[in-house]
């Protein structure tokens, strides 16, 4: 069975060695349920708000996906900003560093319009000058999506997709899809006994993964070691059963 | 005039204009003129000499308008072309001898065949648009104006370095640029030719004439610099292209395009120069132009990269009929060294290349404003501390990235909106808000963080507490509250 994936892949691409270097959110439960044991580095992906509120979330999980990939692979990351999209205001670079992302390494562009970040990702994947690429889009074509796939894959950078709420997905040909929404946090310590706001906490869904299995996490934000954990079992909120229906 | 209606050619024809409360001539054309009548003459005087008169009231607006587009369209022989109107009021549409077109040909003549074929080509092309032209060409600014105007019946001239003194003695004193007062003044006492003027001492002619006469006698001579445009490259970094046939297909004028870069990059390669900003002229057989220019991040001379950049707007270019020439000016150019053998040349510097060449591709297309990095500033206020400012721009006031030990929210609204909350007490925190009509009600917050303003601005505005509150279904906000108890959001958290 191995074999024959790996054939595949080969068939698929022709450039491809076979030793790909995955990234990893830090949690062995997820990486575990992805079809190459971790996140690949040259491929687009998905990233949706449960609700119009849930877009800091959800751009808080990008951050993290980002944050990820230039741990271990440092170089420059592109952002489209599309205010038609999002809605919610322009990314902060203080909330970014506290997140974990250099914001030095951040380039933005600036637009209103979905084809202008479409253009502008494409643009970046084929020019090497970019590690990750990321657009904020309302909508995107199933064409579209495959062009940037295949530019994620020929020039080895990450694209992601940041999308706000919306009932109907479509169809995508990124290899993971993630929809994110916010969860109350579990204040710890001190917090707890002042009644603060404790680390943030997203309830994400991986209800798109390809040759993988989808899944639902609850996950937690640690400021302390700048990453995210799964929503310890030991507070009252247990993870949610995995739901396999749920493919996009 | 007689150019949209030809008709009018073959009769005796004026422009005329009110003057000191009586309508004098502001413009006539060779009949007319040969019939004895002159520029400045009052109208009663001259439907006496010529009862059959064509008359317009002239229109110096539109004149100006038109000429300044012949200097447009003269772009394509020589970067630097001016109506001269901005820098010689004097010599502008009402001065001696009409209106005129100033270029600096200099290294530009080769690109036709040298300076006789360019001036023919010249004169010719404007009277197939339908303009009577004169062309002169002279070491001098003063030279080339005055063989231009005051010179026999050629239509064009071209006065060989050495040769202005020769070439304009036997012109009227006119030819120097002169107000009419002082030419009057000068033809009283017998002098009539710049000839007249060449030898005389130059001491009584000042004491008579002020500086005036000697300044332009000067000039017209060369024995005083008469600077024409502020700096211009010693090799003008132009390319040039005509066609035997209009083009107007896309591919046709990207094809062209390409050429005219890499002739152009060539040039610069000698000289050491990179383009910053360039311009791309098309003119069509009508005498109208359009033109491109995109500009680069960094000197630039590479014909792969640069086209590219053109390439995204090409399809603005309307050929209408066809375009029949074409030329590329690097507009501003910076000294730039040749590349580096690969030796020293790590991967890090590749990718600074190619980061380069995707930033000049965004910006040509997005506009520069709108392709920007971070910006930390030294302040407290959130929305001056950090944000974005555009890539080219350098900021004086920047430091390094600032660590808050307070949370920050990852998106912050720009301005903060105003929202309707309920609080505690007027000082105390927030159990309530609506904000885009939707109620959220807070279950636990941290605060308040007191943001002062900064009383070195002028903009000083009230201090500001916020609060970070997180609502029941977990979303995390940035709340404040100004003196005036108007609760607002600045932020939202991941």
């Not at chain 2, 036997?170 to 007062?181: D, E, W």
């Not at chain 2, 990059?265 to 900003?277: D, L, N, P, S, Y």
């Amino acid at each position: 069975m191995e074999n024959l994936r790996a054939h595949i892949r080969a068939l698929e691409r022709p450039g491809w060695t076979g030793q790909e270097k995955l990234f990893s959110l830090g949690i062995p439960e997820i990486d575990r349920q992805l079809s190459a044991g971790g996140f690949p580095p040259a491929a687009l992906y998905e990233v949706l708000a449960d609700q119009p509120i849930d877009a800091s979330a959800a751009t808080g999980f990008c951050i993290t996906l980002l944050t990820a990939l230039t741990s271990y692979r440092k170089g420059r990351v592109l952002w489209c900003l599309n205010d038609n999209a999002t809605d919610a205001g322009e990314i902060y670079p203080p909330g970014i560093k506290q997140h974990g992302l250099d914001p030095s390494l951040l380039t933005i562009v600036k637009t209103t319009r979905d084809t202008d970040v479409l253009w502008a990702m494409e643009e970046a994947l084929r020019s090497n000058a970019f590690v990750a690429v990321l657009g904020e889009v309302k909508g995107i074509p199933m064409t579209a999506s495959r062009r940037l796939q295949l530019a994620a894959e020929e020039n080895d950078a990450l694209a992601l997709l940041l999308r706000p709420a919306t009932q109907t997905p479509g169809l995508s040909a990124a290899v993971q899809r993630w929809r994110v929404k916010a969860a109350p946090s579990h204040p710890r310590g001190f917090a707890a006994t002042l009644n603060e706001p404790g680390t943030a906490c997203w309830h994400t869904t991986l209800f798109r993964s390809r040759g993988g299995t989808p899944g639902t996490w609850l996950m937690e934000w640690c400021n302390e070691t700048n990453h995210l954990a799964l929503a310890s079992p030991v507070c009252d909120r247990p993870v949610e059963p995995h739901n396999t229906s749920l493919t996009g | 005039m007689s150019r949209i209606t030809p008709a009018l050619r073959d009769k005796p024809f004026v422009l005329v204009q009110e003057r000191q409360a009586r309508l004098c001539l502001s413009a006539l054309n060779n009949l007319a003129e040969r019939a004895g009548l002159a520029p400045h003459m009052a109208l009663a005087n001259a439907r006496a000499i010529m009862p059959s008169l064509t008359i317009h009231p002239a229109a110096p607006a539109a004149d100006g308008k038109m000429l300044a587009q012949l200097a447009q369209w003269c772009g394509r022989y020589s970067p630097w072309t001016s109506t001269g109107t901005e820098n010689d009021p004097e010599l502008s549409l009402e001065g001696a001898g009409g209106a005129g077109i100033w270029l600096d040909a200099t290294g530009c003549a080769h690109l036709f065949g040298g300076e006789d074929a360019m001036l023919a080509d010249m004169v010719g092309r404007i009277e197939t648009l339908g303009f009577t032209a004169r062309a002169a060409m002279a070491e001098t600014l003063g030279g080339a104006w005055a063989v231009a105007r005051f010179s026999s019946n050629d239509a064009w001239k071209v006065i060989l370095p050495g040769e202005t003194r020769a070439a304009l003695a036997p012109l009227a004193i006119a030819a120097l640029r002169l107000p009419p007062a002082t030419v009057l003044a000068l033809h009283e006492v017998g002098l009539r030719y710049i000839g007249d003027l060449l030898d005389m001492p130059r001491g009584p002619l000042v004491a008579r004439f002020e500086k005036d006469v000697r300044l332009r006698l000067d000039a017209a001579l060369g024995r005083t610099a008469e600077p024409l445009s502020p700096i211009l490259p010693k090799t003008p970094l132009i390319a040039r292209l005509a066609f035997a046939e209009p083009i107007g297909h896309r591919d046709d004028i990207a094809a062209a395009t390409s050429k005219l870069l890499d002739s152009l990059c060539a040039t610069m390669e000698k000289v050491g120069q990179g383009a910053r900003r360039l311009v791309l002229s098309v003119y069509r057989p009508d005498g109208s132009a359009a033109r491109i220019t995109i500009g680069t991040a960094r000197a630039n001379r590479e014909p792969q990269h640069l086209l590219r950049l053109f390439a995204e707007h090409l399809d603005e270019i309307d050929p209408e009929f066809g375009i029949d020439e074409m030329t590329l000016v690097a507009a501003t150019a910076e000294p730039m060294t040749a590349d580096q053998s690969n030796l020293q040349r790590g991967a890090t510097a590749q990718s600074t290349d190619s980061y380069n060449a995707v930033i000049d591709r965004l910006t040509n297309r997005l506009g520069s404003r709108n392709v920007r990095r971070t910006h930390f500033r030294e302040s407290h206020i959130p929305e001056r501390a950090a944000g974005f400012i555009p890539i080219g721009k350098i900021h004086p006031i920047q430091t390094d990235q600032r660590d808050t030990d307070t949370p920050r929210p990852l998106r912050l609204l720009r301005p903060a909106e105003q929202v309707e909350a309920v609080a505690e007490s007027t000082d105390g925190p927030p159990v309530l808000f609506r904000w885009r009509r939707v109620l959220h009600h807070i279950t636990s917050y941290e605060g308040p963080e007191r943001v002062a303003p900064e009383w070195w601005r002028s903009d000083t505005e009230n201090p500001r507490d916020y609060y970070r509150v997180e609502n029941e279904t977990g979303q995390r906000f940035w709340l404040y509250r100004n003196s005036e108890t108007s609760w607002f959001l600045h932020g939202v958290f991941g």
